[in-house]
């Protein structure tokens, strides 16, 4: 096993992932120092107090997530949950590496990439803010068809909003809370728009301009790229990397 430390790491995932590129909500990289060397990762969507405690049972030296702390608007104060989940993880030496923005758009380890590979679709173009939202063509005929081959990949149900039966057409997708981006989306030629998350405005905004929509989950459709950030560890650095998918409604 090759040893990696904590600033090798620090350093290989910042090129990796180009995050000096994106303006983002929160800060990328190394959020909490842990110890110095690292031989096992556990990954997860969300840096939760049930994930930590759950790499402190396998005395992992290092978390990997992509929803992790310190959010832009946040009160600073160590307190209540806050403190409850420094205190595990400090209390366990273990280092927290949170890639939000940099995650969702990488080509081939992002969320949307993962997602794209395992649905089959095929991006075309980049649509939106720092160019994070996808658009091409699903395998899949009708949105009906579309909203249960989503169902199988990510095992939850799947809301359309939108006439079932007819086709696909373009397809454009972002996964997460992105649901605020469907008049970017239509305005991108999208027929059909998939993202994690609905709000009120956006079912209106489907009926109203003709184009479907398809919410699958937050934690569901964000699964995959942190999994797969995780396995090119391992593969490149030799290190065990173990992920744990702790779910989440939303």
Known sequence: MTMLTREQLQHYLG???????????????????????????????????????????????????????????????IVGQRHRRLQALLGAGINLYAYHLPL???????????????????????FGKQQLGCIGRAVQATRADLAEALQRQLGRPVLLVGQAQQPVGRLAWCTGAAQGWIEQAWQ?????????????PTA?????????????????????????????????????????????PA
Do not use: K
Not at 36 to 52: C, D, E, K, Y
Not at 104 to 126: I, K, V
Not at 226 to 246: P, S, T, Y
């Open 15 to 77: 090129e990796l992932l180009r995050v000096d590129a994106f303006d983002d909500y929160a800060p990328n990289g190394l959020q909490v120092e842990g110890r110095a060397s690292i031989r096992r990762i556990v990954s997860g969507v969300t840096a939760s107090l049930q994930l930590v405690q759950h790499a402190a049972e396998r005395d992992a030296c290092a978390i990997l997530v992509h929803h992790g702390w310190f959010w832009r608007g946040e009160d600073p104060r």
């Open 104 to 126: 969702d758009a990488h080509p081939e380890l992002g969320n949307n990439a993962q997602l794209a590979a395992r649905m089959g679709w095929q991006l075309e173009a980049h």
């Open 188 to 200: 991108a030629g999208a027929d059909t728009y998939v993202s994690g998350e609905i709000s009120e």
């Open 204 to 248: 209106h905004f489907a009926r109203e301009m003709g184009v479907a929509y398809l919410a699958c989950g937050h934690h569901a459709s964000e699964r995959y790229g942190v999994q797969a950030l995780g396995e090119h560890l391992a593969a490149r650095f030799g290190v065990e990397h173990c992920f744990i998918d702790l779910d989440n």
